[in-house]
Protein backbone atom coordinates (compact mmCIF):
# COMPACT_ATOMS: atom_id res chain seq x y z
CA UNK A 1 0.00 0.00 0.00
CA UNK A 2 1.41 3.46 -0.81
CA UNK A 3 0.55 6.06 1.48
CA UNK A 4 0.01 9.50 -0.33
CA UNK A 5 -0.66 13.02 1.63
CA UNK A 6 -2.16 16.08 -0.52
CA UNK A 7 -0.27 18.96 -0.31
CA UNK A 8 -2.96 21.99 -1.22
CA UNK A 9 -6.34 21.16 -1.92
CA UNK A 10 -6.96 24.42 -4.47
CA UNK A 11 -7.44 22.34 -7.23
CA UNK A 12 -10.41 20.08 -7.34
CA UNK A 13 -9.26 17.43 -9.65
CA UNK A 14 -7.57 15.48 -6.85
CA UNK A 15 -11.43 14.74 -5.64
CA UNK A 16 -12.20 13.01 -8.63
CA UNK A 17 -8.72 10.52 -8.50
CA UNK A 18 -8.58 10.57 -4.80
CA UNK A 19 -12.14 9.29 -4.08
CA UNK A 20 -11.31 6.25 -6.72
CA UNK A 21 -7.99 5.57 -4.90
CA UNK A 22 -10.52 5.56 -1.86
CA UNK A 23 -13.06 3.50 -3.24
CA UNK A 24 -10.83 0.87 -5.90
CA UNK A 25 -8.81 -0.82 -3.41
CA UNK A 26 -6.81 -2.89 -6.07
CA UNK A 27 -5.06 0.53 -6.74
CA UNK A 28 -3.26 0.04 -3.23
CA UNK A 29 -3.15 3.53 -2.70
CA UNK A 30 -3.80 5.39 0.55
CA UNK A 31 -4.44 8.90 1.26
CA UNK A 32 -3.67 9.22 4.65
CA UNK A 33 -3.37 12.82 5.08
CA UNK A 34 -4.23 16.78 3.55
CA UNK A 35 -2.49 20.27 4.16
CA UNK A 36 -4.12 23.27 2.83
CA UNK A 37 -3.08 27.13 3.87
CA UNK A 38 -6.75 27.84 4.15
CA UNK A 39 -8.09 26.56 7.48
CA UNK A 40 -11.69 26.13 6.16
CA UNK A 41 -10.47 24.80 2.75
CA UNK A 42 -8.52 22.10 4.43
CA UNK A 43 -11.30 20.95 6.84
CA UNK A 44 -13.65 20.70 3.84
CA UNK A 45 -11.32 19.31 1.36
CA UNK A 46 -10.03 16.17 4.03
CA UNK A 47 -13.79 15.46 5.05
CA UNK A 48 -14.06 14.98 0.76
CA UNK A 49 -10.87 12.75 0.58
CA UNK A 50 -11.69 11.20 4.00
CA UNK A 51 -8.69 11.78 5.60
CA UNK A 52 -6.97 13.77 8.54
CA UNK A 53 -6.46 17.28 8.14
CA UNK A 54 -2.64 18.21 9.05
CA UNK A 55 -2.17 22.10 9.92
CA UNK A 56 1.62 21.83 8.59
CA UNK A 57 2.76 20.43 5.65
CA UNK A 58 6.34 19.17 7.34
CA UNK A 59 3.98 17.15 9.71
CA UNK A 60 2.45 16.14 7.16
CA UNK A 61 5.78 15.11 5.24
CA UNK A 62 7.07 13.59 8.32
CA UNK A 63 4.20 10.91 9.02
CA UNK A 64 5.60 8.11 7.15
CA UNK A 65 3.37 8.72 3.46
CA UNK A 66 5.99 7.36 0.10
CA UNK A 67 4.57 10.58 -2.06
CA UNK A 68 2.78 13.58 -2.13
CA UNK A 69 0.02 15.16 -4.79
CA UNK A 70 0.62 18.67 -4.97
CA UNK A 71 -3.05 20.51 -5.96
CA UNK A 72 -2.02 24.06 -4.21
CA UNK A 73 -2.29 27.45 -6.18
CA UNK A 74 0.28 27.65 -8.94
CA UNK A 75 2.23 29.93 -6.87
CA UNK A 76 3.26 27.61 -4.48
CA UNK A 77 4.21 24.54 -6.23
CA UNK A 78 8.17 25.19 -6.32
CA UNK A 79 8.51 25.83 -2.43
CA UNK A 80 6.42 22.68 -1.83
CA UNK A 81 8.20 20.26 -4.53
CA UNK A 82 11.01 21.30 -3.03
CA UNK A 83 10.03 20.46 0.25
CA UNK A 84 8.76 16.95 -0.88
CA UNK A 85 12.20 16.28 -2.36
CA UNK A 86 14.11 17.23 0.47
CA UNK A 87 11.91 14.80 2.12
CA UNK A 88 12.28 11.71 -0.13
CA UNK A 89 9.19 11.68 -1.02
CA UNK A 90 7.73 11.08 -5.30
CA UNK A 91 5.31 13.74 -6.30
CA UNK A 92 2.34 13.94 -8.47
CA UNK A 93 2.43 17.71 -9.26
CA UNK A 94 -0.72 19.17 -10.83
CA UNK A 95 -0.42 22.24 -13.87
CA UNK A 96 0.52 24.09 -14.93
CA UNK A 97 4.31 23.12 -13.26
CA UNK A 98 4.73 26.75 -11.95
CA UNK A 99 4.36 30.70 -12.31
CA UNK A 100 7.74 31.22 -13.99
CA UNK A 101 10.35 29.78 -15.43
CA UNK A 102 12.73 30.34 -12.45
CA UNK A 103 10.28 28.37 -10.43
CA UNK A 104 10.12 25.39 -12.89
CA UNK A 105 13.95 25.14 -12.86
CA UNK A 106 13.91 24.80 -9.35
CA UNK A 107 11.43 22.20 -9.23
CA UNK A 108 13.62 20.28 -11.99
CA UNK A 109 17.23 20.87 -9.71
CA UNK A 110 14.92 19.74 -6.10
CA UNK A 111 13.70 16.91 -8.09
CA UNK A 112 17.31 15.44 -9.44
CA UNK A 113 19.01 16.28 -6.62
CA UNK A 114 17.19 14.46 -3.94
CA UNK A 115 16.98 11.39 -6.62
CA UNK A 116 12.85 11.47 -6.43
CA UNK A 117 10.24 10.98 -9.11
CA UNK A 118 8.31 13.08 -10.32
CA UNK A 119 4.90 12.89 -12.96
CA UNK A 120 2.69 15.81 -13.54
CA UNK A 121 -1.08 15.46 -13.75
CA UNK A 122 -1.75 15.51 -17.27
CA UNK A 123 -4.84 13.83 -17.85
CA UNK A 124 -4.93 14.08 -22.03
CA UNK A 125 -1.83 11.84 -21.86
CA UNK A 126 -3.73 9.24 -20.17
CA UNK A 127 -7.11 9.48 -22.22
CA UNK A 128 -7.60 6.30 -24.49
CA UNK A 129 -8.42 8.20 -27.49
CA UNK A 130 -5.53 10.62 -27.24
CA UNK A 131 -3.43 7.29 -27.12
CA UNK A 132 -5.01 6.00 -30.28
CA UNK A 133 -4.42 9.23 -31.78
CA UNK A 134 -0.78 9.17 -30.70
CA UNK A 135 -0.71 5.10 -32.09
CA UNK A 136 -2.08 6.87 -35.55
CA UNK A 137 0.34 9.64 -35.86
CA UNK A 138 3.33 7.60 -34.68
CA UNK A 139 2.70 4.37 -36.63
CA UNK A 140 2.76 5.82 -40.22
CA UNK A 141 -0.18 4.39 -41.65
CA UNK A 142 -1.72 7.81 -42.10
CA UNK A 143 1.29 9.64 -43.76
CA UNK A 144 3.01 12.44 -42.42
CA UNK A 145 1.18 15.09 -40.15
CA UNK A 146 0.71 18.60 -41.74
CA UNK A 147 -1.67 20.14 -40.04
CA UNK A 148 -3.32 19.73 -35.93
CA UNK A 149 -5.65 21.65 -34.74
CA UNK A 150 -7.14 21.51 -31.17
CA UNK A 151 -10.22 23.63 -29.68
CA UNK A 152 -9.13 23.78 -26.07
CA UNK A 153 -12.24 25.45 -23.72
CA UNK A 154 -14.34 26.06 -20.48
CA UNK A 155 -17.18 27.22 -19.33
CA UNK A 156 -15.88 30.16 -17.20
CA UNK A 157 -18.30 32.77 -18.40
CA UNK A 158 -21.51 30.59 -16.61
CA UNK A 159 -19.38 29.26 -13.66
CA UNK A 160 -21.10 31.93 -10.66
CA UNK A 161 -18.61 33.96 -9.39
CA UNK A 162 -15.75 32.31 -10.69
CA UNK A 163 -14.03 35.89 -11.41
CA UNK A 164 -13.53 35.89 -7.34
CA UNK A 165 -11.66 32.68 -7.43
CA UNK A 166 -7.73 32.22 -7.00
CA UNK A 167 -7.48 31.32 -10.88
CA UNK A 168 -7.79 34.76 -11.85
CA UNK A 169 -5.54 36.44 -9.26
CA UNK A 170 -2.31 37.08 -10.84
CA UNK A 171 -0.05 36.45 -7.60
CA UNK A 172 -1.45 33.07 -7.60
CA UNK A 173 -2.05 31.57 -11.07
CA UNK A 174 -1.28 34.34 -13.47
CA UNK A 175 -4.64 33.85 -15.12
CA UNK A 176 -6.92 31.31 -17.13
CA UNK A 177 -4.47 31.36 -20.10
CA UNK A 178 -1.48 30.47 -18.21
CA UNK A 179 -3.42 27.69 -15.91
CA UNK A 180 -5.50 25.96 -18.52
CA UNK A 181 -3.67 26.20 -22.00
CA UNK A 182 -0.53 23.93 -20.26
CA UNK A 183 -3.44 20.95 -20.92
CA UNK A 184 -3.55 21.39 -24.88
CA UNK A 185 0.27 22.37 -24.81
CA UNK A 186 1.11 19.63 -23.43
CA UNK A 187 -0.97 17.35 -25.72
CA UNK A 188 1.07 18.97 -29.02
CA UNK A 189 4.26 18.33 -27.07
CA UNK A 190 3.76 14.81 -26.29
CA UNK A 191 2.67 14.06 -30.04
CA UNK A 192 4.87 15.96 -31.71
CA UNK A 193 7.70 16.92 -29.50
CA UNK A 194 8.87 20.80 -29.54
CA UNK A 195 7.83 23.07 -31.92
CA UNK A 196 10.70 25.72 -33.19
CA UNK A 197 7.97 29.08 -33.09
CA UNK A 198 4.85 30.27 -32.24
CA UNK A 199 2.57 33.25 -33.03
CA UNK A 200 -0.48 34.42 -30.52
CA UNK A 201 -3.11 37.06 -29.95
CA UNK A 202 -4.99 36.58 -26.78
CA UNK A 203 -8.18 38.60 -25.46
CA UNK A 204 -10.03 39.47 -22.63
CA UNK A 205 -13.31 39.77 -24.12
CA UNK A 206 -16.20 38.72 -21.38
CA UNK A 207 -15.34 39.48 -18.05
CA UNK A 208 -12.51 42.63 -17.60
CA UNK A 209 -11.76 40.39 -14.46
CA UNK A 210 -10.77 36.80 -16.30
CA UNK A 211 -8.12 38.25 -18.26
CA UNK A 212 -7.17 36.57 -21.29
CA UNK A 213 -10.45 34.26 -21.78
CA UNK A 214 -9.42 33.84 -25.50
CA UNK A 215 -6.56 33.30 -27.55
CA UNK A 216 -5.12 31.42 -30.59
CA UNK A 217 -1.78 30.40 -30.77
CA UNK A 218 0.13 28.89 -33.69
CA UNK A 219 3.20 26.71 -33.64
CA UNK A 220 5.56 25.89 -36.49
CA UNK A 221 7.53 22.84 -36.46
CA UNK A 222 11.22 22.57 -38.43
CA UNK A 223 9.62 20.15 -40.49
CA UNK A 224 6.88 22.53 -41.45
CA UNK A 225 3.95 20.54 -39.10
CA UNK A 226 1.58 23.60 -38.35
CA UNK A 227 -0.39 23.00 -35.18
CA UNK A 228 -3.07 25.71 -34.44
CA UNK A 229 -4.54 25.65 -30.66
CA UNK A 230 -7.71 27.58 -29.93
CA UNK A 231 -7.94 28.61 -26.36
CA UNK A 232 -11.75 29.59 -25.68
CA UNK A 233 -12.90 29.48 -21.80
CA UNK A 234 -16.11 31.55 -22.90
CA UNK A 235 -17.32 28.45 -24.76
CA UNK A 236 -20.90 27.38 -23.89
CA UNK A 237 -20.79 23.57 -25.79
CA UNK A 238 -19.00 22.36 -28.96
CA UNK A 239 -18.48 18.79 -30.13
CA UNK A 240 -15.31 18.01 -32.34
CA UNK A 241 -11.95 18.81 -29.93
CA UNK A 242 -9.11 17.62 -32.13
CA UNK A 243 -8.29 17.39 -36.15
CA UNK A 244 -5.10 15.65 -37.39
CA UNK A 245 -4.23 16.09 -41.20
CA UNK A 246 -1.92 14.03 -42.68
CA UNK A 247 -0.75 13.31 -46.10
CA UNK A 248 -2.57 10.23 -46.66
CA UNK A 249 -5.43 10.47 -44.38
CA UNK A 250 -7.68 12.37 -41.34
CA UNK A 251 -8.34 12.22 -37.86
CA UNK A 252 -11.22 13.60 -35.73
CA UNK A 253 -12.37 13.59 -32.31
CA UNK A 254 -15.22 14.96 -30.47
CA UNK A 255 -16.12 14.84 -26.80
CA UNK A 256 -12.34 15.50 -26.14
CA UNK A 257 -12.61 18.65 -23.29
CA UNK A 258 -15.56 19.57 -20.62
CA UNK A 259 -17.45 21.57 -23.21
CA UNK A 260 -17.59 18.91 -25.29
CA UNK A 261 -19.27 16.47 -23.19
CA UNK A 262 -21.53 19.33 -21.40
CA UNK A 263 -24.62 18.45 -23.42
CA UNK A 264 -26.16 15.00 -23.98
CA UNK A 265 -25.58 13.14 -27.05
CA UNK A 266 -27.06 10.09 -29.45
CA UNK A 267 -26.00 6.96 -27.35
CA UNK A 268 -24.08 5.99 -31.05
CA UNK A 269 -22.08 9.17 -31.22
CA UNK A 270 -19.16 8.70 -32.63
CA UNK A 271 -15.94 10.08 -30.55
CA UNK A 272 -13.22 8.84 -32.75
CA UNK A 273 -13.17 8.31 -36.33
CA UNK A 274 -10.25 8.37 -39.00
CA UNK A 275 -9.88 8.66 -42.34
CA UNK A 276 -6.86 6.72 -44.97
CA UNK A 277 -6.61 7.35 -48.23
CA UNK A 278 -7.29 3.74 -49.41
CA UNK A 279 -10.25 3.18 -47.98
CA UNK A 280 -13.80 3.84 -48.81
CA UNK A 281 -14.86 5.73 -45.57
CA UNK A 282 -13.90 6.58 -42.26
CA UNK A 283 -13.37 3.93 -39.37
CA UNK A 284 -14.76 4.59 -36.32
CA UNK A 285 -13.19 3.27 -33.15
CA UNK A 286 -14.63 1.34 -30.60
CA UNK A 287 -13.10 3.73 -27.55
CA UNK A 288 -16.17 5.52 -26.08
CA UNK A 289 -16.10 9.09 -25.23
CA UNK A 290 -16.23 9.52 -21.44
CA UNK A 291 -20.35 10.78 -20.73
CA UNK A 292 -18.73 13.53 -18.35
CA UNK A 293 -15.68 15.75 -18.45
CA UNK A 294 -15.75 14.06 -14.56
CA UNK A 295 -14.87 10.56 -15.70
CA UNK A 296 -11.93 12.01 -17.47
CA UNK A 297 -10.23 13.16 -13.97
CA UNK A 298 -11.69 10.18 -12.29
CA UNK A 299 -9.40 7.75 -15.05
CA UNK A 300 -6.02 9.41 -14.08
CA UNK A 301 -6.16 7.26 -10.82
CA UNK A 302 -4.94 4.28 -12.37
CA UNK A 303 -1.85 5.86 -14.00
CA UNK A 304 -0.83 7.88 -10.85
CA UNK A 305 -1.32 4.68 -8.67
CA UNK A 306 0.64 2.98 -11.53
CA UNK A 307 3.18 6.17 -11.49
CA UNK A 308 3.48 5.32 -7.54
CA UNK A 309 3.87 1.40 -7.81
CA UNK A 310 7.20 2.24 -9.99
CA UNK A 311 5.52 3.02 -13.45
CA UNK A 312 6.37 5.61 -15.76
CA UNK A 313 5.99 9.00 -15.35
CA UNK A 314 2.92 10.83 -17.29
CA UNK A 315 4.87 13.41 -17.73
CA UNK A 316 8.80 14.22 -15.92
CA UNK A 317 9.41 17.16 -14.65
CA UNK A 318 11.91 18.58 -18.01
CA UNK A 319 8.74 17.75 -19.95
CA UNK A 320 6.49 20.08 -17.69
CA UNK A 321 9.09 22.69 -17.78
CA UNK A 322 9.35 22.57 -21.83
CA UNK A 323 5.37 22.75 -21.69
CA UNK A 324 5.73 26.11 -19.26
CA UNK A 325 8.21 27.48 -21.55
CA UNK A 326 5.39 27.23 -24.52
CA UNK A 327 2.76 29.00 -22.65
CA UNK A 328 5.35 31.65 -21.44
CA UNK A 329 6.16 32.56 -25.45
CA UNK A 330 2.27 32.65 -26.18
CA UNK A 331 2.67 36.06 -23.68
CA UNK A 332 5.95 37.16 -25.47
CA UNK A 333 4.20 36.75 -28.88
CA UNK A 334 0.88 38.41 -27.81
CA UNK A 335 2.92 41.27 -25.96
CA UNK A 336 5.41 41.72 -28.92
CA UNK A 337 2.76 41.15 -31.68
CA UNK A 338 5.35 38.77 -33.92
CA UNK A 339 6.31 35.15 -33.66
CA UNK A 340 8.60 34.10 -31.24
CA UNK A 341 11.14 31.05 -31.01
CA UNK A 342 11.62 28.54 -28.61
CA UNK A 343 15.19 29.78 -27.74
CA UNK A 344 13.85 33.43 -26.41
CA UNK A 345 15.02 33.67 -23.28
CA UNK A 346 13.08 36.15 -22.47
CA UNK A 347 10.64 33.69 -20.73
CA UNK A 348 12.52 34.18 -18.05
CA UNK A 349 11.19 38.00 -17.30
CA UNK A 350 8.07 36.69 -17.54
Not at 258 to 263: E, I, K, Q, S, V
Request: charged letters at 25%; aromatic letters at 8%.
Amino acid sequence: MKKVGVLGLAHGHVFSFGKEWNENKSLDVEIVGAWDRDPERLRDGAAKLQTKAFSDPDELLASGIDAVVITSETAYHAELAEKAAAAGKDIILYKPMALTMAEADRIVAAVEKAGVRLTMGWQMRVDPQNIEIKRLISSGELGRPCLFRRRHGLSTHVWKDFQDTWHNDPRLNRDIFADDSAHPFDLMLWLFGMPESVTCEMSTVVNPSVKNDNAVAVFRYPNGLICEISLCFTCSASEITTEVYLSGGSIQQYFGDNPACRLPRPEYACGLKWYRESDSGWTSSSIPSPKAHSERLKAQAKPFAEFLHGGPAVADAREARDCLRLVLMCYLSALDGKRIYADDERVYDL
